[in-house]
């Protein structure tokens, strides 16, 4: 079994910065790729928001690109979300998702889940 706590939510202001992060905790696994969702109030899917692979390799929505920046530390099994030049729009849920190996079979988790409220 793995878990995924995240952290690093809050308010802030239009153009401020948050730092996310999601620690997966668990024995025996290696993780694949790990990522950033997000859904926004009113909205019933959730979208991506960033990826990276286990190699480093990234990838960005859009509406994200040049704002916010994904990375890891295999390390300690920890991806974060650096969020800059946050707008209104940006305010949502953010989940991280991360793709695991464990006993030689793949499975997806998720965080619980953590809320940025960007003010105007």
């Known amino acids: 079994q793995v878990q995924l706590v995240e952290s690093g939510g809050g308010l802030v202001q239009a153009e401020g910065s948050l730092r996310l992060s999601c620690a997966a905790s668990?024995?025996?696994?290696?993780?694949?790729?790990m990522d950033w969702y997000r859904q926004a109030p009113g909205k019933l899917q959730r979208e991506l928001v960033a990826?990276?692979?286990?190699?480093?390799?990234?990838n960005y929505a859009d509406s994200v690109k040049g704002r916010f920046t994904i990375s890891r530390d295999n390390a300690k099994n920890t991806v974060y979300l650096q969020m800059n030049s946050l707008k209104p729009e940006d305010t949502a849920v953010y989940y991280c998702?991360?793709?695991?190996?464990?006993?030689?079979?793949?499975?997806?988790?998720w965080g619980q889940g953590t809320q940025v409220t960007v003010s105007s």
């Open positions: 998702k991360a793709d695991v190996v464990y006993s030689g079979r793949s499975y997806r988790y």
């Open positions: 668990g024995n025996g696994f290696t993780i694949n790729t």
């Open positions: 990826a990276i692979t286990s190699g480093g390799s990234t």
